[in-house]
Structures are given as C-alpha cells and as structure tokens.
C-alpha cells in the first residue's frame, strides 16, 4: 500500500506510518518527485511522528528526497521527529538526514512557506501559518 500524499495549497503532506517498509518508502520518494515534477507544488512535509525508528535506509532516502526535491525547484521538510529518532540519527552521523526539520506538522508547513516566500515562488498558495 503507497503512503497517502495530500495537497494543501501547494505543499505536499505525507505522515509516514510507524510500520513503513522500504518499498513504501521508495514509492513516497516516486510520487512526490513526480507531483513537483508536475508544477503541482513547491514543497513537500514528510511528518514522521509516528515512527519510533528510522534506520539508515530510510535515513538515507528521506535525506535524498529533499535533495532531489531541492534539485527541482522546491523545498523539503522533516517534521514531528520523536526525541529516541533523533538521538539515533545524531549518532549515525550527521548527515544522515540532510534537509530541514520542524517540530511538529503545522511548524513544517509554516517553515516550507517561509523558505518558498524567501527564494521568491508561489507564496500566495503556501500556507504560512
């Protein structure tokens, strides 16, 4: 089963599931791609509250999917992180996960409208708050 992507505006929101396979993991990095690849967004929130572990596959992916993203014109988040996932990737090295974070979902699409505003895109579509 694909991880949902929804559309607020144009940002991208996805929550990735607590039992998220490497597959699911890839095909979120596929279809995101291909919706800003389509012009239907500026950026993408990856929420990952529910996940109590994120190991150095997903690290790595997630890390190569807000590079491709920025590679596209856009801007990735990561939000939600739990304090037991951070600490993990502290200490996979840092930079396991290579892109900006937020605290939580609604801090996500604030910041991605932020950086959209800041490098001049479609800010009147980006919630801000």
Do not use: C, N, W
Not at 6 to 31: C, K
């Amino acid at each position: 089963m694909r991880v949902p992507i929804l559309r607020l505006g144009r940002v991208l929101l996805t929550s990735l599931p607590a039992d998220l396979t490497d597959q699911q993991v890839m095909d979120l990095q596929i279809d995101a791609l291909a919706l800003i690849q389509a012009g239907k967004a500026d950026g993408l929130v990856i929420d990952i509250t529910a996940a109590d572990v994120v190991d150095s596959y997903m690290a790595r992916i997630l890390s190569e999917t807000a590079k491709m993203v920025k590679i596209m014109g856009g801007v990735a988040v990561l939000a939600g992180m739990q304090p037991a996932v951070a600490l993990t990737l502290v200490e996979m090295g840092r930079d396991m996960i290579d892109m900006e974070t937020a605290f939580d979902l609604e801090g996500g699409v604030a910041k991605v409208g932020r950086m959209v505003a800041s490098r001049g895109g479609r800010h009147d579509e980006v919630p801000t708050a």
